[in-house]
């Protein structure tokens, strides 16, 4: 049996993102329903010295769209941090959806002995494709999405194991 590139990337980070989306969408209600500033919920954290909700979905969309777009053996577009409300991070993760849903399978599906590098700052990362799918881009993107939904779980929201997962 052969490993797919394309199915083990993009249809998961459509998932999560579409999921993602949804749990957004309760927050909102939540804050709302229960006279919440939305900014807490937004600039909620798990443990001080973790990234906030609203930074936790910007690298989720920031891992998806980065990973999908070096498998692709494309540009990795750039986004503004500038997200400051429920709204702004659903039209991110529109937006991130609609880029990884118009890259090509066949390039995706060829990246698997691709050489990929990548870099944090001054730590420059190299990998063949498959490897930095699988051990480097999807647990970082798993990390990040699951943190917003504990965050907002945390804070009240009520969400369960169905809405992180979504629908397949």
Do not use: W
Not at 99 to 118: M, W
């Amino acid at each position: 049996m052969t490993f797919s590139m394309y199915d083990a990337s993009v249809p998961v980070f459509k998932q999560i993102l579409t999921s993602l989306s949804a749990v957004i969408d309760k927050a909102e209600a939540h804050a709302t329903e229960k006279k919440i500033e939305p900014a807490a919920l937004l600039q909620a954290r798990l443990y001080p010295d973790m990234f906030p909700l609203l930074r936790q979905v910007q690298v989720a969309a920031d891992f998806a769209k980065g990973c999908c777009a070096r498998l692709a053996g494309v540009d990795v577009p750039r986004y503004e941090d500038t997200e400051q409300t429920f709204a702004d991070l659903k039209e991110r993760i529109a937006k991130t959806l609609e880029f990884i849903n118009g890259l090509p399978q066949d390039g995706i599906e060829a990246s698997a002995q691709r050489d990929i590098s990548t870099s944090s700052g001054a730590n420059a990362k190299h990998f063949k494709g498959q490897v930095y799918l699988v051990h480097y881009a999807l647990p970082h993107f798993y990390f990040h999405a699951t943190t917003a939904y504990a965050i907002l779980r945390h804070n009240g929201v009520e969400v369960g194991k169905k809405d992180f997962i979504g629908s397949f």
